[in-house]
């Protein structure tokens, strides 16, 4: 093999090479997020718990969604889901109300 050759390939496989780090970085940056998700929702997102004392009667989901409606007035429950790491736990995702403009 010639030096011309090498000098061939050695550039052929250093741009190949950039092209294909570019979108292995696109892909570790966008899967962080689905890794991180938990970690990303606790920074990012507002979390208010209330504390129960033990042996307080279980309500209905009717029930917490009224109350959830009495504190957050100004803000509509999206859908109510059960943690999966603590089952006595009940979160109630609420956003603001959307405006339709006629």
Known sequence: M???????????????????????????LTGLPLIFHEELDGLLEKQVAAEIPEGTRKLSLDSLAVLAGQQYPAEKIRYIFW????????????AAPTRCSS
Request: glycine residues 0%.
């Open 2 to 28: 010639n030096i011309r050759t090498a000098k061939r390939w050695f550039l052929w496989h250093k741009w190949t090479s950039l092209v294909c780090t570019v979108f292995l970085l696109m892909l570790c």
């Open 83 to 94: 943690d999966e790491k603590d089952e006595n736990k009940i979160l109630f995702d609420l």
